[in-house]
C-alpha cells in the first residue's frame, strides 16, 4: 500500500530564517506530487504541483520555492521566511485509477513564523 | 473550475443519519464531485468520489442528481468521532492531472452526544 511521509510535524522559525520542508511517498511510481498551506480557519490553497522529477509549476507567487530531486520526494524551501508564511503545509500525491485522479494527503507541517 | 458552496457548519446527534449539501450550478461535462473529511492539525482524508446518481462504500454515500448542479454526502449514524469539516470539490480529475484542485472553507460538522 502507498504512504505518504512530511517532516518535521511542527516548526517554529524566527523571520528571516530559511525554510525547508520534506516530503516522501512509498509503494508508488511517478506520482503527480502537490504542496498546499491551510492558514488557520481556512481552506487549503495549492502552492505548487509535479507532474515528474524536476518539473515544478507555481500557483501562487510567493517567497517560496519547490524541488523534486527524486521520483518520490517533494521539497518545500524559502530562503527567508516571513510572518505571512505560517501556517498548516500539507503535502499530497495523487493517481489515476480507470482515468479518474485522486488526492490523498500526508499527516502536514505546522509552521509558526515568529 | 466550478465553483461550489455548502453550508459553512451543521451540528447533529450521535446515531442519526447525516446529510451535507454542495451547490455546483456551473458543473462541465468532464467534472468530478470528491468529497474529503478534515479533523483539527491531519491532513484531509478522501472520502468518496462521483459523477453521476449514487455512490456508496463503507464510509458514506453521494447522491448526484440527474442535472449535477448539486451533490448530497450522506453519512448514516454518526457518532463524536465524524466532527469533523467536509470538503465538497469539484473538477476536471480525468486524466488530466488533478492539479486544480481547489478547497473552499468546507462544512463543519459537530456530532453531540
Known amino acids: 500500500s502507498q504512504t505518504i511521509h512530511q517532516w518535521p510535524a511542527t516548526l517554529v522559525q524566527p523571520v528571516g530564517s530559511p525554510l525547508s520542508l520534506e516530503c516522501t511517498v512509498e509503494?508508488?511510481?511517478?506520482?503527480?506530487l502537490y504542496w498546499y498551506r491551510q492558514a488557520a480557519g481556512r481552506g487549503l490553497q495549492l502552492l505548487f504541483y509535479?507532474?515528474?522529477?524536476?518539473?515544478i509549476s507555481s500557483e501562487v507567487p510567493q517567497n517560496l520555492s519547490a524541488s523534486r530531486p527524486q521520483d518520490r520526494q517533494f521539497i518545500l524551501s524559502s530562503k527567508k521566511l516571513l510572518l505571512s508564511d505560517s501556517g498548516f503545509y500539507l503535502c499530497?500525491?495523487?493517481?489515476?485509477?480507470?482515468?479518474?485522479?485522486?488526492?490523498?494527503f500526508g499527516p502536514g507541517t505546522r509552521l509558526l513564523v515568529l | 473550475l466550478a465553483k461550489t458552496t455548502q453550508p459553512i457548519s451543521m451540528d447533529s446527534y450521535e446515531g442519526q443519519e447525516v446529510n451535507i449539501t454542495c451547490s455546483h450550478n456551473n458543473i462541465a461535462t468532464n467534472d468530478y464531485i470528491t468529497w474529503y473529511q478534515q479533523f483539527p492539525s491531519q491532513g484531509p482524508r478522501f472520502i468518496i468520489q462521483?459523477?453521476?446518481t449514487k455512490v456508496t462504500n463503507e464510509v458514506a454515500s453521494l447522491f448526484i442528481p440527474a442535472d449535477r448542479k448539486s451533490s448530497t454526502l450522506s453519512l448514516p449514524r454518526v457518532s463524536l468521532s465524524d466532527t469533523a469539516v467536509y470538503y465538497c470539490l469539484v473538477g476536471d480529475f480525468y486524466g488530466a492531472g488533478s492539479y486544480q484542485l481547489t478547497f473552499g472553507k468546507g462544512t463543519k460538522l459537530s456530532v453531540i452526544p
Open positions: 509535479s507532474v515528474g522529477i524536476g518539473q
Open positions: 462521483g459523477y453521476k
Open positions: 509503494g508508488t511510481s511517478n506520482p503527480n
Open positions: 499530497a500525491w495523487s493517481v489515476a485509477a480507470g482515468g479518474v485522479e485522486t488526492q490523498y
